[in-house]
């Protein structure tokens, strides 16, 4: 994945810049962004699915949607057993088949992120690791700091941070911008470069659709590489019309400073079908440049095996079954 | 050596006037026609010639008007309405003269129809804060949104007075005007030519009421100077032909409803000239001059 | 070419189910045959195939029609209310049943995406029937007095911009309440009112309850003209129903007209802007523009103009325009030549008249009726594009200042069907629907119906409303 170095140029050429200098100003530009009407949103993402994603479209889509999958375990039972077995899959997601390409990324807690550096090799497969005190993130910032240094130190090529929802919803908007700030720095190492940045907003925890584009604002203001929905962890994660929120936000975004944020919706996404929503949005909202594993990765783990079941079919006429595709 | 002095004293006439923009003008034609008895035959007053300049010049009164009143309370309206109810009950002998003479009734049968024409106006005025309960609608529209229709005046309204039927002097052009102001519309009202004086005498009421100027408009004369400008006139939203007698010509029913057609006006069919203006209005009047406006609005976080 | 290229996913032609190569009338319960010769054809208006031709309905088959809708009257509003109902309920869950079918049909006859008739038209017709059936036995509870009475025959001529949906808006209020109809659809679209008469035979309905004629505006005069009508339903053109009025000038016939649009779609500085943009999209775009309550006059406050036309242009881009039976087509063909040409002669009159004119690159097939998404920049009050019905996908644009300018631009029109507001700000919007006067006014959402929902317009747009409660009113002898 390519690392490009955040350019604060656009940030200030924009006049974004000034925004975080208090808490007034920051909160009056989050307050400021126009609003969502849920109902529109809504519609406009149903509709979108709607979309009918057809034969050669489709082999396209399937290939692209397992290139963009951070899979992922994050269980309180991950042994390193269990995530070598991750990475297999990763590398070689269809053991007949060598044309399946790889996933983009496995996505675990920061003690496996050795284990998983090992299993992968040299294979063009990003590690990226949960820090923060994932999924609540009810921890103090020295904790979280650490938790964020260990990953990058094991080597984790992205850090998945989540934002304080409590902070968020309490209007503490600069004590997330700060936290986002310093674990960015957190990221960096020693030779210059950094890990990837992906922000989780735990959009159901933020419950409103005008909350979740405030929190991908204040995300990519304090120099967020990705923006992502949701842990996983809650009842309601990953929907097309949050991610639509996301992805308008990012939209908007490089239309204001020039800066490209990638989006990474997470959790709930299982099939197909839901994975084709979700591309046929990235096509029609964000066009070809967020149409690549760079700026578009899906959280998932049982989303890869329907694919390739997918993907069988559409190879073969015959509808597969799950003893055709590797329990893992 | 004194004056001698004299057992004779001459009443004061009254000068008849339209009433247009809440003023009692002179006919811009300053012609006047003769009112006669309707038993004896005998003159009674000279009332204006109302023209179709004066109906034009009426409807853009009426026009004026219409944002401020459709604009007001129900409440407000009611209360205006009440206040002409209360004006003419105060000036009861004066109209028992005006419709036994227009009528040609006895006082003590004419008495009678302007109580019931009190009461129509005290009717008419509790109505105004209720259209909108039986007439409008929440919708339970299959989606996540906020849908609710509500009636709204239709704007200016051409009323043809009552020419005919038991009471249709007094009782009868209450009876028509009413529900139309009521809901909020604004009128020009052509009195019926041959009966005009309790409608002339109807401004003085309405003038003392607080009823806005232009709310009311009322021209005498002749029906076919007057009807069709009004069923001609682009500014004019609706019309009530109630009174409407012609079979045939220009102040027919059929010709004044070609003429509406082209501006798609609303128009209300005549009433039969022996229709009994005493009978139980209901509310038919009430909702004819009425758009129902729906609105949506999306129900989310 | 982009990287994620939706093939190609048609809805299959079969599924429209046979169509005839003739077609005569549907009278009194059976397809009858012209007394006249004169055809016409209705073509798919997307290849200029011919489809079938269809009879040009006479005076002597309008009085056959006329005949057996007044023998039918008696019996079936003799009928109780319950079992009326009974009949619209059946009709209601056959067009669930073949509402794929219907929807292909539909949207080869009439040139709109099948994602529009599947997803809009057809659940609309089935849910309007299934509305009005429940009302037939519950008329005296309506607010029309105890005794509601049906009108008698009624008269019902319809468009062709939603062909099965205006017929489910005449004919399923004008059966609860009792009456019997006559109804002619549209020249250019009579397939789906023609299968919608084989429903009424699966259903049982009473022979000469429902009688549909075809043919064009001479068949359409005779049958408003008739002396043994009661009453005379249209949707149309304001030119057309002006001439229903002047026929029915005199009468006692009852008349309600829904006719024509130039809605304003009034957008605030502070809008939700991508749903606001997502509503202008679908106010012009929806149906190819073919909608009299079409937001064709997009009022957009002067502050956020160019924000607006940047996202309104970049969504335009993505609009898909092709084949209507595929899938993810999103704008269809234009219903007929004489269409396209009135919506060319007006948008090259906008050019003209100094208005800047912008589409977004799209292929159109060579075959068919077709005309890109269209914006107009720059317009003002005096343009004929801003005054005139263009009824095609072709949006103007306009700039206020103030809410009261907003107002006052919105109502400057001799049409008063619908309008939009777009603000998140609650007392603007209700203060703005108080004053637009519009029969219908969509706040942060447009072109939404529903059959519980009074649709109709104010001053030159009609008189009347078709749906909810209200639109019982038009059927009932009050």
Redesign the interface.
């Known amino acids: 994945m390519s690392s490009s170095p955040l350019s604060t140029s656009g940030l200030a050429a924009s006049g974004l810049a000034e925004v975080a200098s208090s808490e007034a100003s920051l909160r009056r530009f989050l307050h400021g962004l ?11 993402a149903a509709g979108l699915g ?9 082999a ?2 399937i290939d ?1 949607a397992i290139s963009m999958i951070d899979l992922t375990t994050l269980e309180g039972a991950d042994t390193p057993g269990k995530v070598r077995s991750l990475c297999q899959k990763a590398k070689n997601p269809d053991p007949g088949n060598p044309d399946v390409p790889h996933t983009a990324a496995v996505c675990v807690y920061p003690d496996m992120v050795p284990f998983a550096k090992e299993a992968l090799g040299g294979a063009p497969i990003n590690v990226a690791a949960v820090a923060t005190a994932f999924p609540s993130g009810r921890a103090g910032l020295p904790v979280k700091l650490a938790d964020t240094a260990e990953a990058v130190a094991a080597g984790a090529d992205e850090v998945d941070m989540v934002i304080d929802r409590g902070a968020f919803l309490s209007g503490r908007y600069l004590e997330i911008y700060e936290l986002i700030a310093e674990i960015r720095k957190a990221c960096e190492r020693p030779d210059g470069t950094a890990a990837h940045l992906k922000v989780i907003f735990e959009t159901g925890e933020l ?3 005008d909350n979740i584009r405030r929190a991908s604002w204040l995300a990519m203001l304090a120099g967020a590489d990705f923006i992502k929905t949701s842990t996983g962890k809650v009842t309601v994660n990953a929907t097309p019309a949050n991610t639509l929120v996301l992805m ?1 936000a990012v939209r908007d975004f490089r239309e204001a400073t020039g800066i490209q944020v990638g989006v990474k919706p997470a959790g709930g996404i299982r099939t197909t079908k839901d994975a084709m929503k979700y ?2 949005m ?3 909202i964000l ?2 440049d967020w ?1 690549t594993p760079d700026w578009f990765r899906f959280g998932a783990s049982s989303l890869l095996n329907d694919l390739l079941m997918q993907r069988q079919k559409l190879a073969s006429g015959r509808y597969s079954g799950p003893d055709y595709v590797t329990v893992d | 050596m004194s004056e001698p002095t004299s057992a004779l004293r001459l009443d004061v006439y009254k000068t008849y006037k339209l009433f247009v923009g809440g003023k009692f003008p002179r006919s811009e034609s300053g012609r006047v026609y003769e009112v006669t008895d309707r038993k004896t035959g005998e003159w009674l007053a000279n009332a204006p010639q109302g023209t179709r300049k004066d109906t034009r010049d009426a409807v853009s009164a009426a026009r004026k008007a219409f944002g401020g009143w459709s604009g007001a309370t129900a409440y407000n309206r009611g209360q205006i309405l009440y206040r002409a109810a209360e004006m003419l009950q105060g000036r009861r002998e004066q109209y028992t003269a005006e419709v036994a003479v227009s009528e040609g009734l006895t006082a003590k049968k004419a008495a009678p129809l302007v109580d019931a024409a009190v009461d129509r106006l005290v009717w008419y005025a509790g109505w105004t804060d209720k259209v909108a309960q039986i007439a409008g609608n929440a919708n339970p529209v299959a ?3 906020f849908n609710l229709s509500t009636p709204e005046p239709t704007g200016v309204v051409g009323v043809v007075a009552p020419q005919g039927g038991h009471g249709f002097s007094l009782l009868g052009l209450v009876s028509v005007l009413a529900p139309v102001i009521a809901t909020g519309n604004t009128a020009v009202v052509a009195l019926a030519p041959g009966a005009p004086l309790p409608g002339l005498s109807l401004g003085e009421v309405l003038a003392t009421s607080d009823l806005p100027g232009g709310v009311v408009n009322l021209i005498s004369g002749r029906t076919e100077d007057i009807a069709p400008t009004l069923a001609s006139h682009a500014d004019v939203n609706a019309l009530d032909l109630a009174g409407i007698v012609a079979e045939e010509g220009p102040a027919s029913a059929k010709d004044l409803e070609v003429a509406a057609a082209d501006t798609l006006k609303r128009v209300l069919r005549p009433e039969p000239a022996s229709h009994d203006w005493t009978t139980a209005p209901g509310t038919d009047r009430l909702l004819t001059f009425l758009e129902t406006k729906t609105v949506w609005h ?4 | 070419m ?8 048609p809805e299959s032609r079969a599924a429209a189910g046979d169509i005839a190569s003739t077609y005569g009338h549907y009278i009194d319960g059976e397809f009858v045959e012209s007394t006249g010769s004169e055809a016409l054809k209705t073509v798919d208006p997307s290849t200029e195939e011919v489809l079938a031709e269809f009879a040009q309905g006479t005076e002597a088959d309008v009085d056959r029609a006329v005949a057996a809708a007044r023998k039918a009257f008696t019996s079936w509003s003799a009928l109780s209310g319950a079992e009326r109902g009974k009949y619209l309920f059946r009709i209601a869950r056959i067009i669930q049943e073949r509402s794929r079918e219907l929807a292909v049909l539909e949207s080869i006859d009439n040139g709109k995406p099948i ?1 529009e008739t599947r ?1 809009v038209d057809l659940p609309l017709v089935a849910a309007h029937f299934f509305y009005y059936a429940g009302w037939a036995d519950k008329l005296e509870f309506a607010g029309y007095g105890p005794n509601p009475r049906p009108v008698g025959v009624a008269a019902q001529v319809i468009p062709w911009n939603f062909p099965l949906l205006m017929l489910a808006w005449k004919i399923a209020p004008a059966l609860a309440t009792g009456n019997t109809v006559v109804l002619k659809p549209a020249e250019t679209t009579p397939l789906t009112a023609l299968r919608f008469a084989e429903i009424c035979r699966q259903a049982g309905l009473p022979k000469g309850v429902v009688n549909i004629i075809t043919g064009d505006g001479r068949t359409g005069a005779a049958l408003t003209a008739h002396p043994d009508i009661d009453k005379v339903a249209f949707t149309g053109s304001t030119e057309v129903g002006r001439a229903i009025a002047r026929t029915l000038a005199g009468t006692t016939k009852r008349l309600s007209l829904e006719l024509g649009g130039k809605a304003a779609n009034i957008v605030f500085d ?6 606001a943009v ?2 202008i999209v679908d106010g012009i775009f929806f149906n190819q523009g073919h909608v009299c309550c079409a937001g064709s006059r997009l009022l957009v406050q002067e502050s956020i103009h160019d924000d607006v036309m940047d996202a309104l242009k970049r969504r335009m881009s ?1 609009l898909r325009v092709g084949d209507p039976l595929d ?2 087509t999103d704008v269809g063909a234009i219903n007929s030549a004489a269409q396209l040409a009135r919506i060319q002669e007006l948008t090259a009159a906008g050019e003209a008249e100094g208005a800047e004119r912008w589409s977004p690159s799209c292929e159109l097939p060579s075959a068919g009726y077709w005309f890109a998404p269209t914006v107009f920049s720059n317009v003002s009050a005096t343009h004929r594009i801003a005054r005139e019905e263009i009824f095609g996908p072709v949006l103007s644009v306009l700039t206020f200042r103030t809410p009261e300018e907003a107002v006052a631009k919105a109502n400057n029109t001799p049409y008063g069907l619908s309008a939009g507001i777009w603000t ?1 700000k609650g007392s603007r919007i209700l203060w703005m629907a108080g004053k637009l006067r519009a029969g219908v006014v969509w706040s ?2 447009f072109n939404k119906f529903d059959p519980t929902s009074p649709f109709g317009g104010y001053k030159e747009s009609g008189y009347g409303r078709e749906g909810g409660r209200h639109g019982l009113e038009a059927y009932l002898d009050v």
């Open positions: 126009p609003g969502i009407d849920a109902v529109g949103l809504q519609a406009r709607t979309r009918s994603i057809k034969t050669t479209a489709k396209y889509a692209l419950v409103t659709y308008e591309l046929v990235v096509n029609e066009g070809d149409l | 989606g996540p949104y999306p129900m989310g976080m | 982009a990287l994620f290229d939706y093939a190609p996913a994602k997803d502070d809008a939700p802007i991508d749903q997502e509503g993505t899938k993810n998140e942060n959402t």
